[in-house]
């Protein structure tokens, strides 16, 4: 089973500034990573997936990158709705993996 | 419009059954892998179970295996998850999602059914 381990568990940022989420995967999976958004009581929302391709809809402030088993979301200005925990998943081997989560907070 | 509709989940005591319905409009259902993901109350996403669009494959996770079966019908549109020998650790919201092809990301998802196990 290929484990995400996402960092750091809690982030604190104030309105307008950056982001920088990071998604660590315990082997390769090449490009075959997705971020989402959850906010309390809703369904997650899909961002990025292919590691660095936005979903229909998402905005160009969040943006991602890397490869094998690196990965970043950053999130460039943070604006009040995108408070909310984010996760990470690789779509590339069953069983299909979540990250544990990032939560980023108003600071 | 995509739109994913779950129900079923309710109370249900330790060893008891439960079965799950995802309601699936607004897209070809018959083309599309499907998926459950559950969430235990405040923690995170795990994956459950996966068929493909002609349910020739199916996936579950290990921690569901031998209890819980996924199955389809792609004339009525809808996916559905039977859950056997449940556990209070299966308490969680259970959601559908569509999941285009393989190395896909789940792309759209319904807003999901709460399960409690207890007695």
């Known amino acids: 089973e290929i484990v995400m381990t996402q960092s750091p568990a809690t982030l604190s940022v104030s309105p307008g500034e950056r982001a920088t989420l990071s998604c660590r995967a315990s082997?390769?999976?090449?490009?075959?990573l997705a971020w989402y958004q959850q906010k309390p009581g809703q369904a997650p929302r899909l961002l990025i997936y292919?590691?660095?391709t936005r979903a229909t809809g998402i905005p160009a402030r969040f943006s991602g990158s890397g490869s094998g088993t690196e990965f970043t979301l950053t999130i460039s200005s943070l604006q009040s709705e995108d408070f909310a925990v984010y996760y990470c998943?690789?779509?590339?081997?069953?069983?299909?993996?979540f990250g544990g989560g990032t939560k980023v907070e108003i600071k | 419009e995509v739109q994913l509709v779950e129900s079923g989940g309710g109370l249900v005591k330790p060893g008891g059954s439960l079965r799950l319905s995802c309601a699936a409009s607004?897209?070809?259902?018959?083309?599309?892998?499907m998926n459950w993901v559950r969430q235990a109350p405040g923690k995170g996403l795990e994956w459950v179970s996966s068929?493909?669009?002609?349910?020739?494959?199916?996936y579950y996770a290990d921690s569901v295996k031998g209890r819980f079966t996924v199955s389809r019908d792609n004339g009525k549109n809808s996916l559905y998850l039977q859950m056997n020998s449940l556990r209070a650790e299966d308490t969680a919201v259970y959601y559908c999602?569509?999941?285009?092809?393989?190395?896909?990301?789940?792309?759209?998802w319904g807003q999901g059914t709460l399960v409690t196990v207890s007695s």
């Open positions: 068929i493909s669009d002609n349910s020739h494959y199916i």
């Open positions: 999602a569509t999941k285009p092809g393989s190395n896909s990301p789940f792309d759209y």
């Open positions: 998943q690789q779509c590339n081997n069953w069983p299909l993996t």
């Open positions: 082997q390769s999976v090449s490009s075959s």
């Open positions: 292919g590691a660095s």
């Open positions: 607004g897209f070809t259902f018959s083309s599309y892998s």
